[in-house]
């Protein structure tokens, strides 16, 4: 099984920035693929980026150039780097990582942005 931890949540102003890291358990290889997801309350969780084992990056529209993803396989750790944080970006964050037909999750981790 694959565990994952992540960190770095909190307050932050809008304008601000804050960078997500989420540790896994095990091993980083090509064949994963990992990313970021969010919900906040009342609202469907979506997907806010993605990092593909061919190392390409998705991203969605509402983050395009203010979050950037990436990942230190050396550390085990994919980290999201969100800048002009907006208090539409206020949610639980979530890192995913899918290996071997098998989707796991992280605990999330609190992103609040105040006006």
């Known amino acids: 099984q694959v565990q994952l931890v992540e960190s770095g949540g909190g307050l932050v102003q809008a304008g601000g920035s804050l960078r997500l890291s989420c540790v896994a358990s095990?091993?980083?290889?090509?064949?994963?693929?990992m990313g970021w997801y969010r919900q906040a309350p009342g609202r469907l969780r979506e997907l806010v980026a993605t990092f593909t084992s061919d190392g390409t990056t998705n991203y969605a529209d509402s983050v395009k150039g203010r979050f950037t993803i990436s990942r230190d396989s050396a550390k085990n750790t994919l980290y999201l780097q969100m800048n002009s944080l907006k208090p539409e970006d206020t949610a639980v964050y979530y890192c995913?990582?899918?290996?071997?037909?098998?989707?796991?999750w992280g605990q999330g981790t609190q992103v609040t942005v105040s006006s």
């Open positions: 095990r091993t980083i290889f090509s064949f994963n693929t």
């Open positions: 995913n990582v899918f290996w071997l037909r098998l989707n796991y």
